[in-house]
Structures are given as C-alpha cells and as structure tokens.
C-alpha cells in the first residue's frame, strides 16, 4: 500500500481483557515505532525496530506491553489484562533505515477500555 | 530528563489572522527539531530543522530554530479553516532512535 496502515481503527474492551494492535508499514521501510497519545497529551514512544529485532524497549509503560515484529515488516502490539489507564490512540510509523526524522505515520488505533 | 515543551496550548483565531507557535526544548545531544501538522489521527510532516538562524517555508507556513536559546517557533500567515489541527514539535537526539514529542498546540481557525 502507499501509506502505514493499522487495525483495528477502533477498539472498545472490557477491563482485563488483551488486546492486539496490528501495523503494516511502507513497504520497503525496516524501521518502525510505536506511540501512544492520551487524550490531549503530546505522543509517547512506546518501542522501535530495526527490522525484526526492538534495540529500544525503553518506553513501554509496563510488562503487560509487548509488541513483536515478523519478516521485517508486519508489527503486533499487545497488551494483556487491559487496564482503564491504556485507553489512547496508539499510532505506529515506519521510516528508512537512518531517516529516522521522516516518519509516516499511520492513521492509529483509538482503544477505550471500559 | 528531556523534555519538550510547546505554548500555547490552545488558541483560537478567526480567518486572515497571524500565528506563531512556540516550541522549546532541554535535551542532550539534540540532532534536529521537527513540525508535524495532526488533524484526527495520523501527524503529517511539515519541517525538519537542523541548523540554526535559517528559515524552512512553504507556502503561508514557516519555522525557524534558534540553537543557542533552545527554542523553534512556527508561523502561520493568512491563517484558515483548514489550518485548524493540533501542531506538535518532536526533538531528534544523537545515539537514540526516537523522537520526543512536546504535547502540541491545538490550533483552531473560525471563519
């Protein structure tokens, strides 16, 4: 596709539940990051890959967030045991490898935990 | 810690009207300042600044970095309807591979 795509585009699940977060991103695009954006805050950086393997873990808030990446392209974020707190838009982006500063973003994930 | 800090946080303005967005950072190593433009979901790219003193433009939009103060601000000349979006600055360090985004302006353009 020509842009980074994500599903679903929305998410509404019960507390304590897990969910899955899908992205595809540019094809051809080995870098790819995950943010989360709480209602009126700036984006928070959750994880980046650099093909298949995450050298920066640092920004995922807890162990119930884990996110893996397969054949350098598609990536799955998941959160188990859903807490109200995780209700945000998470946005994924890919880049270029060493182009990090151009990110495409794609259209995000809205998840509301009820 | 870095941060990155961006004012107002709102503003509302009618059609024709001037704006300018501020951003300011405290950040170690910094490689480059970013504006991105966020209408629902996904922020597009507007500018990437890396030098100070030399203005990035398109069209009725323009950016400035000032390396020394540690801030960049954004212009909006002739501002319209379609102007109307949350502007956030993110800042680009060396020997990390992530962007720190301040919390945004939310820009909001009336007829």
């Known amino acids: 596709g020509a842009g980074v795509s994500q599903s679903p585009s929305n998410k509404v699940t019960e507390k304590g539940k897990d969910v899955e977060l899908r992205c595809d991103p540019i094809s051809g695009h080995t870098a790819l990051y995950w943010y989360r954006q709480s209602l009126g805050q700036g984006l928070e950086f959750l994880i980046y890959f650099q093909g298949n393997s995450a050298p920066d873990k640092s920004g995922l808030p807890s162990d119930r967030f884990s996110a893996e990446r397969t054949g350098g392209s598609v990536s799955t974020l998941t959160i188990q045991r859903t807490q109200q707190e995780d209700s945000a838009v998470y946005l994924c982006?890919?880049?270029?490898?060493?182009?990090?500063?151009?990110?495409?973003f794609g259209p995000g994930t809205r998840l509301l935990v009820l | 810690e870095d941060k990155v800090v961006q004012s107002p946080l709102s503003l509302v303005v009618h059609e024709g009207d001037t704006v300018t967005l501020n951003c300011s950072y405290e950040v170690t190593n910094f490689r480059s300042l970013l504006w991105y433009k966020q209408e629902k979901k996904a922020p597009t790219f507007l500018f990437m600044l890396?030098?100070?003193?030399i203005e990035k433009k398109s069209g009725r939009l323009s950016s400035i970095l000032d390396k020394k103060e540690l801030f960049s601000i954004l212009n909006i000349t002739a501002t319209q309807t379609g102007d109307s979006a949350v502007y956030l600055c993110a800042v680009y360090l060396y020997n990390t591979d992530k962007l720190i985004f301040g919390t945004g302006t939310r820009l909001q353009v009336f007829p």
């Open positions: 982006a890919s880049s270029l490898a060493g182009v990090v500063e151009t990110q495409y």
């Open positions: 890396t030098s100070s003193g």
